[in-house]
Protein backbone atom coordinates (compact mmCIF):
# COMPACT_ATOMS: atom_id res chain seq x y z
CA UNK A 1 0.00 0.00 0.00
CA UNK A 2 1.22 3.45 -1.00
CA UNK A 3 1.72 6.10 1.94
CA UNK A 4 2.75 9.90 1.07
CA UNK A 5 3.67 12.21 3.52
CA UNK A 6 4.34 15.43 2.57
CA UNK A 7 6.40 18.38 4.45
CA UNK A 8 8.20 21.75 3.26
CA UNK A 9 4.96 23.88 3.58
CA UNK A 10 5.08 27.41 6.14
CA UNK A 11 4.95 31.24 6.05
CA UNK A 12 6.93 32.98 3.42
CA UNK A 13 6.25 36.57 1.66
CA UNK A 14 5.45 36.91 -1.70
CA UNK A 15 7.90 36.43 -4.20
CA UNK A 16 9.62 33.96 -1.82
CA UNK A 17 9.83 30.27 -2.66
CA UNK A 18 9.74 26.98 -0.95
CA UNK A 19 10.44 23.84 -1.90
CA UNK A 20 7.47 20.92 -0.67
CA UNK A 21 8.24 17.28 -0.61
CA UNK A 22 6.59 14.16 -1.04
CA UNK A 23 8.00 10.97 0.77
CA UNK A 24 6.53 7.59 -0.48
CA UNK A 25 6.66 4.29 0.67
CA UNK A 26 5.35 0.89 -0.54
CA UNK A 27 6.34 1.76 -4.18
CA UNK A 28 9.12 2.69 -6.59
CA UNK A 29 8.92 5.20 -9.15
CA UNK A 30 9.86 2.75 -12.01
CA UNK A 31 6.56 3.56 -13.71
CA UNK A 32 2.86 5.38 -12.57
CA UNK A 33 1.80 9.22 -11.92
CA UNK A 34 2.00 11.54 -9.77
CA UNK A 35 0.56 15.13 -9.08
CA UNK A 36 -0.20 18.02 -6.80
CA UNK A 37 -2.76 19.78 -5.85
CA UNK A 38 -4.22 22.28 -4.06
CA UNK A 39 -7.03 23.54 -1.79
CA UNK A 40 -8.20 27.21 -0.48
CA UNK A 41 -10.34 27.93 2.27
CA UNK A 42 -13.52 28.01 0.97
CA UNK A 43 -12.30 26.82 -2.62
CA UNK A 44 -12.55 23.77 -4.46
CA UNK A 45 -9.30 21.49 -4.77
CA UNK A 46 -7.21 22.74 -7.73
CA UNK A 47 -4.74 20.86 -10.24
CA UNK A 48 -0.97 22.40 -9.92
CA UNK A 49 0.98 19.92 -11.42
CA UNK A 50 1.40 15.93 -12.34
CA UNK A 51 4.25 13.90 -13.63
CA UNK A 52 3.91 10.78 -15.40
CA UNK A 53 6.79 7.99 -16.25
CA UNK A 54 7.23 5.38 -18.80
CA UNK A 55 7.25 1.82 -17.85
CA UNK A 56 11.25 1.91 -18.02
CA UNK A 57 11.27 4.99 -15.78
CA UNK A 58 13.46 6.76 -18.04
CA UNK A 59 11.01 9.05 -19.62
CA UNK A 60 9.21 11.42 -17.82
CA UNK A 61 6.75 14.27 -18.53
CA UNK A 62 5.50 17.00 -16.31
CA UNK A 63 1.82 18.96 -16.51
CA UNK A 64 1.46 22.17 -14.71
CA UNK A 65 -1.43 24.32 -14.43
CA UNK A 66 -1.50 27.72 -16.37
CA UNK A 67 -0.75 30.02 -13.35
CA UNK A 68 2.48 27.81 -11.73
CA UNK A 69 4.04 27.70 -15.22
CA UNK A 70 7.47 29.57 -14.88
CA UNK A 71 7.17 29.59 -11.11
CA UNK A 72 6.78 25.78 -10.22
CA UNK A 73 9.16 23.32 -11.01
CA UNK A 74 8.05 19.09 -10.10
CA UNK A 75 10.78 16.95 -10.03
CA UNK A 76 11.78 13.16 -8.56
CA UNK A 77 14.65 11.92 -6.52
CA UNK A 78 14.45 8.19 -7.44
CA UNK A 79 16.93 6.96 -4.66
CA UNK A 80 14.86 9.25 -2.24
CA UNK A 81 11.38 8.23 -3.04
CA UNK A 82 10.67 11.42 -2.99
CA UNK A 83 8.73 14.26 -5.13
CA UNK A 84 9.67 17.87 -4.88
CA UNK A 85 7.73 20.76 -5.51
CA UNK A 86 9.95 23.63 -6.01
CA UNK A 87 7.90 26.93 -5.81
CA UNK A 88 9.28 30.35 -6.91
CA UNK A 89 8.20 33.90 -7.16
CA UNK A 90 5.32 33.23 -4.50
CA UNK A 91 2.04 35.04 -4.81
CA UNK A 92 -0.32 35.56 -1.92
CA UNK A 93 -2.87 33.83 -4.18
CA UNK A 94 -1.00 30.59 -4.32
CA UNK A 95 -1.75 30.18 -0.23
CA UNK A 96 -3.45 26.56 0.39
CA UNK A 97 -3.00 23.36 1.39
CA UNK A 98 -1.18 21.31 -1.02
CA UNK A 99 -1.76 17.83 -1.46
CA UNK A 100 0.45 14.72 -2.83
CA UNK A 101 -1.11 12.36 -5.10
CA UNK A 102 -0.23 9.06 -6.33
CA UNK A 103 -1.34 6.24 -8.77
CA UNK A 104 -2.18 8.58 -11.07
CA UNK A 105 -4.28 7.59 -14.12
CA UNK A 106 -6.22 9.14 -17.04
CA UNK A 107 -5.90 13.12 -17.77
CA UNK A 108 -3.94 13.58 -13.91
CA UNK A 109 -5.38 16.88 -13.66
CA UNK A 110 -8.37 15.55 -12.00
CA UNK A 111 -8.63 14.52 -7.66
CA UNK A 112 -10.55 11.20 -9.06
CA UNK A 113 -7.69 10.26 -11.43
CA UNK A 114 -5.57 9.25 -8.14
CA UNK A 115 -6.11 6.34 -5.49
CA UNK A 116 -3.92 7.79 -2.95
CA UNK A 117 -3.21 11.24 -1.35
CA UNK A 118 -1.02 12.65 1.69
CA UNK A 119 -2.11 14.40 4.38
CA UNK A 120 -1.51 17.52 2.96
CA UNK A 121 1.44 20.76 4.08
CA UNK A 122 0.01 24.43 4.30
CA UNK A 123 1.72 26.98 2.26
CA UNK A 124 0.57 30.64 3.37
CA UNK A 125 2.34 33.30 1.39
CA UNK A 126 1.94 37.23 2.82
CA UNK A 127 1.71 40.01 0.73
Known amino acids: QVQLVESGGGLVQAGGSLRLSCAAS????????MGWFRQAPGKEREFVAAMSWSVSGIYSRTYYTDSVKGRFTMSRDDAKNTLYLQMNSLRPEDSAVYYC????????????????WGQGTQVTVSS
Open 101 to 116: AAEGTGTLKHGDDYKT
Open 26 to 33: GRTFGSGA
